[in-house]
């Protein structure tokens, strides 16, 4: 199911003073063209307006009904 929504965005790391910057030109990128949710996954689609660069980043998600690995 795609949608527009941003409010599962990863968020600005302290320790970076820029948010997402492209891999090829540094410049930032400041949210995805294209999100993406399955079960237990977001998909990215990330575009650099700078140079034109484009990569997708997926974020996995564990089963809430599961118990933990560890402790």
């Given at each position: 199911m795609a949608r527009t929504e941003f409010g599962y965005l990863p968020r600005e790391n302290p320790c970076q003073p820029r948010e997402n910057p492209c891999a090829q030109c540094g410049k930032p990128i400041a949210a995805p063209e294209w999100?993406?949710?399955?079960?237990?996954?977001?998909?990215?689609?990330?575009?650099?307006?700078?140079?034109g660069y484009r990569f997708e980043a997926v974020a996995f998600f564990g089963d809430p009904d599961s118990k933990p690995l560890a402790a």
């Open positions: 999100v993406e949710s399955g079960p237990h996954r977001t998909s990215y689609l990330w575009q650099c307006r700078a140079c």
